[in-house]
T-cell receptor, first 115, second 116 residues
């Protein structure tokens, strides 16, 4: 199936741990994103990558480090997890060369719970 | 700076009635796109409909239509003949310009409850 897939779907961990979320898309898109959805359902962009190059970094703590090994993959590594990091993290991608018409195609989200 | 406002945190509507979800936006870029997404309780984000700033006609996709009033900077989503499965969070979103460093920003969402 063509899709944006992210793993794991659920992640429960303790404060201070380091964890990673993986994302892959097979839609042929060249731009990928990480969004954070907080407990009030507000969606905020964290990062975007275009063809492995970091484009947007939205005042995210440097404990969060995205990595894009190729244009189909964008991973998110989080160091020293804090309670406030608990949220749903969405990976998304958008197609090239469609300008402002390009919708985001979302993965199903990773629910991170820090205890 | 771009901004999206959804003023209805929650709505209750009787099944089979039409629903209008409000969205206003602010941007100084003449080229932009407006999107609506649905997020059911299962959590996934589903793209519903798109409207471009230069589009002359209102977008329609099945039971979804977008009431685009450019001068008022509003892009309301209309769902005709609502169904129980329409109960979900709905997000309005905007993308400016289509440059490499643009971003899609979201409103705070409206939670729609369809009553049987």
């Amino acid at each position: 199936d063509t899709a944006v897939s992210q793993t794991p779907k659920y992640l429960v961990t303790q404060m201070g741990n380091d964890k990673s979320i993986k994302c892959e898309q097979n839609l042929g898109h060249d731009t990928m994103y990480w969004y954070k959805q907080d407990s009030k359902k507000f969606l905020k962009i964290m990062f975007s990558y275009n063809n492995k190059e970091l484009i947007i970094n939205e005042t995210v703590p440097n404990r969060f480090s995205p990595k894009s090994p190729d244009k189909a993959h964008l991973n998110l590594h989080i160091n020293s997890l804090e309670l406030g990091d608990s949220a749903v993290y969405f990976c998304a991608s958008s197609p090239p060369d469609r300008g402002s018409k390009s919708p985001l195609h979302f993965g199903n989200g990773t629910r991170l719970t820090v205890t | 700076a771009q901004k999206i406002t959804q003023t209805q945190p929650g709505m209750f509507v009787q099944e089979k009635e039409a629903v209008t979800l409000d969205c206003t936006y602010d941007t100084s870029d003449p080229s932009y796109g407006l999107f609506w997404y649905k997020q059911p309780s299962s959590g996934e984000m589903i793209f519903l409909i798109y409207q471009g700033s230069y589009d002359q006609q209102n977008a329609t996709e099945g039971r979804y239509s977008l009431n685009f009033q450019k001068a008022r900077k509003s892009a309301n989503l209309v769902i005709s003949a609502s169904q129980l499965g329409d109960s979900a969070m709905y997000f309005c979103a905007m993308r400016e310009g289509g440059r490499r460093d643009d971003k899609i920003i979201f409103g705070k969402g409206t939670r729609l409850h369809i009553l049987p």
